[in-house]
């Protein structure tokens, strides 16, 4: 598993440009949210050459199918895990051998019960709670499941990450690159 207590900053990057930028940073993991059949072994082994680890967003992952054969064809680019809404795929990710990033996004005290149901059925490696910047979320999430909370979305200050830390978070993802460099 990676070790987020030293880099809690996650790089999430869209464009070549920001991921050449996180590629670049003191960040260890690096959260690729747009990508394609075409790009995905170039950034893993871009990534890889760097000392970094990558996640692949697979629901954002453009002709890579949404199944065991699209999963196993990230898995042979030699990424090191995916991120996804679905637990199925968060299933079928831990098949292949890839670590696992759940996500949701958090609106109401339902979508609460709903999440943490839904974790004790796929048993994602990490979850990822959006929006980031909500610290009873994050605090709720922490005492009702045993697995490392990531808080993503509308991190925007360093006192955004210092916020979801203290609150439980064991990483945050940005994609505000001025806080990879901090």
């Known amino acids: 598993m990676i070790n987020l207590e030293s880099s809690p900053v996650i790089a999430a990057v869209r464009t070549h440009q920001d991921f050449l930028k996180a590629a670049s940073s003191p960040v260890s993991l690096i959260f690729l949210l747009h990508s394609s059949i075409l790009t995905i072994n170039d950034y893993a082994h871009d990534a890889h050459k760097n000392n970094k680890h990558i996640f692949v967003h697979i629901d954002l992952a453009e002709g890579v199918g949404k199944d065991k054969s699209g999963i ?86 360093k006192s955004d990450i210092i916020s979801a830390l203290n609150f439980g978070a064991c990483a945050v993802s940005t994609s505000k690159k001025e806080l990879w460099l901090e």
């Open 72 to 157: 196993e064809y990230i898995s042979n680019c030699g990424v090191d895990g995916i991120i996804t809404t679905r637990a199925n795929l968060v299933k079928t990710g831990r098949e292949c051998g890839l670590a696992t990033v759940q996500r949701f996004f958090i609106v109401d005290s339902q979508s609460i019960d709903t999440a943490v149901e839904t974790i004790k059925s796929s048993r994602p490696d990490m979850i990822e709670i959006m929006p980031g910047i909500l610290p009873k979320v994050i605090s709720n999430f922490k005492n009702k499941i045993k697995i490392p909370v990531i808080a993503g979305g509308l991190i925007e200050t």
